[in-house]
């Protein structure tokens, strides 16, 4: 067993298929399978699960895959204070973030990131708020942007920006021409309702508890896992949906959808940097931390 292995191993969990992740590790399928082979009969177990087209980790490939990552993100941690101790800035950094700060906020600032540190190379997993968080609990992540809050004790937030929610609309919706709703009103209007993990559906249903309601009452026609998923659903007249105004800043700038406020409802939220609290930051981390410009 070696690192390298257990780095295509990884690839094989987080992408599902031995040919992509030799795609993405520049090897040939067969290699990639040869070298996972290894680390089975390395263990004296099946790791991964070969179902037709997708590869899918066993209860022994989770376990592995747990504790190979943190090997790996040692491995990436050892070379960052090495290059540190050399003067020098270099190292990969792994972040995450929930679903609208990884499309429209992260970009962004990891360009601007990359551009100061340029031997940096930012890696960014993209997830649900609570699936993000439980990385970071885990130790895979070191630092996130996620769309709600938690309770956790172990977790460290801190505010990056403000947002606004609204309810989205196609541009011909009976709505269309309006610029506030009542609740009554959308509890009978066909409704996509995000996944539950997501940052958007946990921030509305508090401002919903908020005024005595819940997204129970509402009519939902479809759940759906991501922020563009939600987008091509309202336009292909599926249902109304909350989102985020920064996701279809562009949709409405183009008039290709209508975002409406609803009577009485306060649907600002914020966008938070997230960590762990028992967990030391590496100094590509901290470096990150600063450039954020949050405590």
């Known amino acids: 067993m070696d690192l390298w292995q257990l780095k295509i191993f990884c690839k094989v969990v987080e992408l599902k298929s031995f040919s992509k992740a030799g795609d993405a590790v520049h090897l040939s399928q067969p290699t990639v399978s040869s070298h996972v082979k290894d680390l089975e009969e390395h ?3 099946l790791l991964i699960d070969r179902l037709g087209k997708e590869a ?9 895959y747990r504790y190979a990552r943190k090997l790996l993100t040692l491995r990436d941690e050892t070379e960052t204070v090495m290059s540190q101790f050399q003067g020098k800035m270099k190292g990969r950094l792994s972040i995450g973030g929930s679903t609208i700060p990884a499309g429209f906020i992260l970009p962004g600032i990891i360009g601007e990131f990359s551009r100061q540190y340029p031997d940096v190379i930012v890696s960014l997993k993209v997830g649900d708020t609570e699936s993000i968080i439980g990385e970071i609990l885990e130790g895979d992540l070191e630092l996130a942007i996620v769309g709600a809050g938690t309770d956790n004790k172990k977790i460290v937030q801190t505010k990056l920006i403000d947002d606004e929610m609204a309810i989205v609309v196609p541009s011909d919706h009976k709505w269309a021409d309006t610029r506030h709703i009542s609740f009554d009103l959308l509890v009978v209007e066909p409704f996509i309702i995000r996944e539950k993990g997501s940052g958007t559906l946990k921030s509305f249903n508090k401002s919903l508890g908020e005024t005595g309601h819940s997204v129970d009452e509402l009519k939902i026609t479809a759940e759906m896992g ?9 336009k292909q007249k599926v249902g109304v949906s909350v989102l985020s ?9 183009t008039g290709k959808l209508k975002a409406l406020k609803i009577d009485g409802l306060n649907l600002m939220r914020s ?15 901290e470096a990150f931390l600063d450039f954020l410009k949050v405590p």
């Open 43 to 45: 263990f004296g177990c």
């Open 56 to 64: 899918l980790p066993t209860k022994a490939g989770n376990l592995l």
């Open 226 to 234: 991501s922020t563009i998923s939600v987008i091509q659903g309202i």
């Open 245 to 253: 105004i920064i996701s279809v800043a562009e949709e409405i700038k």
């Open 271 to 285: 966008f938070f940097v997230t960590r762990n609290k028992l967990r030391s930051l590496s100094p590509l981390g």
